[in-house]
């Protein structure tokens, strides 16, 4: 089992910046990749960034350039910061580690991110 616990979400106006943090519990060398979804009220949960322990980065198309997915192995920790915030950014933020010799998802419990004036 693997237990992850994300961080860092809070209230900001467009334009500023926040940065995520997600730990997960699983020794590093079972890590296979990490993370980021967001879900707004009323649309579904969908890809912000994602990262495998090669430093393979994927992200989705609205935040291309504005944000930046990265891994420390060493402490089992993933950030995505988050610049040039917009008020469609805003939703719950959940951090996805897999892990384990079939691939397993682990989800932490969510943290909320609100980008208003």
């Known amino acids: 089992q693997v237990h992850v616990v994300e961080s860092g979400g809070g209230s900001v106006q467009p334009g500023g910046s926040l940065r995520l943090s997600c730990t997960a519990s699983?020794?590093?060398?079972?890590?296979?990749?990490m993370g980021w979804y967001r879900q707004a009220p009323g649309k579904e949960r969908e890809l912000v960034a994602s990262i495998i322990r090669d430093d393979t980065r994927t992200y989705g198309d609205s935040v291309k350039g504005r944000f930046t997915i990265s891994m420390d192995l060493g402490k089992n920790t993933m950030y995505l910061q988050m610049t040039n915030l917009k008020s469609e950014d805003t939703g719950v933020y959940y951090c996805k580690v897999r892990a384990g010799a079939i691939l397993n998802d682990y989800w932490g419990q969510g943290t909320q991110v609100t980008i208003s004036t």
């Open positions: 699983k020794n590093t060398f079972s890590i296979h990749s």
